[in-house]
């Protein structure tokens, strides 16, 4: 299983961008998707995550402001991100955890995507 995030990009302060995350390889289901964070002098930070059922959470920061969706058919997590600032200048990274079918049964772990950089100017 391998996760492709893209979308990043150079933007000013109040524009939007909008972030995907692809998963491919043998996947049964993807049960959570998360977005992390990592922003200069802070550990990475939960942005947003969406279970199978689409119920969403967010993280206190992005609240308002910050959209994740995701498309089941197409293996596919999105994060629209709308009047962005310049503290959400980061690097993001996708998290999914991935049921698999295996020769012992049915298998469930975390991926990571590589992370997509997000600048924001003022």
């Known amino acids: 299983v391998q996760l492709q995030a893209s979308g990043g990009g150079s933007v000013q302060a109040g524009g939007s961008l909008r972030l995907s995350c692809s998963a491919s390889?043998?996947?049964?289901?993807?049960?959570?998707v998360a977005w992390y964070r990592q922003t200069p002098g802070k550990g990475r930070e939960l942005v947003a995550d969406?279970?199978?059922?689409?119920?969403?959470n967010y993280g206190d920061a992005v609240k308002g402001r910050f959209t994740i969706s995701s498309s089941d058919t197409k293996h596919t997590a999105y994060l629209q991100m709308n009047s962005l600032k310049p503290e959400d200048t980061g690097v993001y990274y996708c998290?999914?955890?991935?049921?698999?079918?295996?020769?012992?049964?049915?298998?469930?772990?975390?991926?990571w995507g590589q992370g997509t950089l997000v600048t924001v100017s003022s």
């Open positions: 998290k999914a955890k991935v049921s698999r079918a295996t020769m012992f049964g049915t298998m469930s772990n975390d991926y």
């Open positions: 390889g043998s996947i049964l289901s993807i049960n959570t």
């Open positions: 969406i279970s199978r059922s689409g119920s969403t």
